[in-house]
């Protein structure tokens, strides 16, 4: 933990810790700051040497809190995400770690709202759902950003008139 980081990191390491130790989540209410009471969707991000590690979110709130939406959304980054084999403790001091409270997403009808810079998005057809978070080193297009969301959907980026809709949000990146 470093001394920049805010209370939302923080919260997200802390509980990594406590997790890989003790396999439980602690969490108390009564000692949180207010801006965490409220309900937001969120997204950890862990990194190891600037190579992603771990990422899972929510779209929209599950929780009762933000807090609660974090801790959930970090034990889920470190050990649940299917790309990565789990966290380790040893591994606790190299981890750099983001967490995005996401703005409710807006659907759009046309690309021309999207800014990958400024805006995440979501592509939706049926049962099929793909996200990608705004502000992402490497993703400076539309283009791009679509080409991985329909990915992460499983759909082609060539059939994004027939049936599929588009949602953005935007994001309050904490690092």
Do not use: W
């Amino acid at each position: 933990m470093t001394e920049q980081e805010n209370i939302y990191v923080k919260l997200a390491r802390n509980t990594i810790e406590k997790y890989l130790q003790q396999e439980e989540m602690i969490i108390s209410e009564e000692s949180l700051p207010e801006e965490l009471k409220y309900q937001a969707a969120a997204f950890v991000s862990i990194k190891k040497n600037g190579q992603l590690r771990g990422c899972i979110g929510t779209i929209l709130p599950t929780e009762d809190s933000l807090a609660e939406e974090i801790c959930s959304n970090a034990i889920s980054a470190a050990i649940r995400d299917p790309r990565f084999p789990p966290v380790k403790e040893e591994e606790l001091s190299e981890l750099e770690i983001s967490v995005d409270v996401l703005e409710e997403p807006e659907a759009i009808d046309t690309v021309d709202d999207l800014d990958p810079h400024q805006y995440g998005v979501i592509v939706e057809k049926g049962f099929h759902r793909g996200l990608l978070l705004p502000k992402l080193e490497g993703i400076d297009t539309v283009e791009e950003q679509l080409k991985i969301a329909f990915r992460k959907a499983g759909l082609r980026l060539d059939n994004v008139t027939e049936g599929v809709q588009l949602y953005r949000f935007k994001v309050t990146r904490h690092k």
